[in-house]
Antibody, heavy 122, light 109 residues
Framework: EVQLVESGGGLVKPGGSLRLSCAAS????????MNWVRQAPGKGLEWVSS????????YYADSVKGRFTISRDNAKNSLYLQMNSLRAEDTAVYYC???????????????WGQGTLVTVSS | EIVMTQSPATLSVSPGERATLSCRAS??????LAWYQQKPGQVPRLLIY???NRATGISARFSGSVSGTEFTLTISSLQSEDFAVYYC???????????FGQGTKLEIK
């Protein structure tokens, strides 16, 4: 069974840092582009960042560029999101999501993890 | 940046009736559009990809279509489990710059 499990969320003060992790199983992790998508409370979905299968291509939404860093460890089947200089508007559930087809770049997302909540508040 | 605009924001439909949800792209995305369903407290679930292809395990009551930059998700004969929020997503850009619509809440009338 394909599974994505996020962890690392929590309460952090404005200006603080947090590192999210996503553990993948049930598929060949090193063959897929991976993504982070977030959803603020009661709001819609916002793409945050993408990383290609071998980490050669990395992209960010303007809202997080320069503050967030996506990375992966294919030996550990894990995806990460290092979040620095956090702001109140970064408060959201953060989902990791796989592109649907191996070796593909821009594609629809399937599956999604269950998400981890990040709350930025003093 | 491609902006995706969904309408209406809220749609009230009676069980057994048909629901039609719209999503408009600010520029051409070809057929590179997906639809997701999200129920309260749950993870987004893929329904449609490539504008009109149903994902694995999705009921034939769900169908997608496109005309230019206007995309439509149609749900025929609504069931109680269909009431949820629906999002469209374009994946046409390269480098990737995914954008989602703001969502349509489908509620019971």
């Amino acid at each position: 069974e394909v599974q994505l499990v996020e962890s690392g969320g929590g309460l952090v003060k404005p200006g603080g840092s947090l590192r999210l992790s996503c553990a993948a199983s049930g598929f060949t992790f090193s063959s897929y582009t991976m993504n982070w998508v977030r959803q603020a409370p009661g709001k819609g979905l916002e793409w945050v960042s993408s990383i290609s299968a071998l980490s050669s291509s990395i992209y960010y939404a303007d809202s997080v560029k320069g503050r967030f860093t996506i990375s992966r460890d294919n030996a550990k089947n894990s995806l990460y999101l290092q979040m620095n200089s956090l702001r109140a508007e970064d408060t959201a559930v953060y989902y990791c999501a796989r592109v649907a087809i191996a070796a593909a770049g821009s594609l629809w997302f399937d599956p999604w993890g269950q998400g981890t909540l990040v709350t930025v508040s003093s | 940046e491609i902006v995706m605009t969904q309408s209406p924001a809220t749609l009230s439909v009676s069980p057994g009736e048909r629901a039609t949800l719209s999503c408009r792209a600010s520029q051409s995305v070809s057929t590179n559009l997906a639809w997701y369903q999200q129920k309260p407290g749950q993870v987004p679930r893929l329904l449609i990809y490539g504008a009109s292809n149903r994902a694995t395990g999705i009921s034939a009551r769900f169908s997608g279509s496109v005309s230019g930059t206007e995309f439509t998700l149609t749900i025929s004969s609504l069931q109680s489990e269909d009431f949820a929020v629906y999002y469209c997503q374009q994946y046409n850009n390269w480098p990737p710059w995914y954008s989602f619509g703001q969502g349509t809440k489908l509620e019971i009338k």
